[in-house]
């Protein structure tokens, strides 16, 4: 079982920067797709980017093409989420999560098996 520990969330002006990252611990952690979500106050949880076992499979929300991207370290058991030009609607608490059974990720939640706790994410206008 996996251990998802979230880092890097702020309060940070709208078109400003932020670095999120997720250390995991507890599991061979390249045996698991990796997925970041996002939940802002009121709205249901929304699939934000994704990425394969191996590193080389991504998958984006279209909201957030072009300005997020996300990377892993398998040696290092992180994955990480570079947000550029935020947006006051980025505002949300991001988590990540681990898929313990597929080789890609993919949008669903569900699909998902262990979560981290969130970090807060707050956008400025």
């Known amino acids: 079982q996996v251990q998802l520990v979230e880092s890097g969330g702020g309060l940070v002006q709208a078109g400003g920067s932020l670095r999120l990252s997720c250390a995991a611990s507890g599991g061979t952690f390249s045996s698991y797709a990796m997925g970041w979500f996002r939940q802002a106050p009121g709205k249901e949880r929304e699939f934000v980017s994704g990425i394969s076992r191996g590193g080389r499979g991504t998958l984006y929300a279209d909201s957030v093409k072009g300005r997020f991207t996300i990377s892993r370290d398998n040696a290092k058991s992180t994955v990480d989420l570079q947000i550029h030009s935020l947006l006051p609607e980025d505002t949300a608490i991001y988590s990540c999560?681990?898929?313990?059974?597929?080789?890609?990720?993919?949008?669903?939640?569900?699909?998902?098996?262990?979560w981290g706790q969130g970090t807060q994410v707050t956008v400025s206008s």
């Open positions: 999560a681990a898929d313990r059974d597929r080789i890609y990720s993919g949008r669903d939640p569900y699909e998902y098996d262990y």
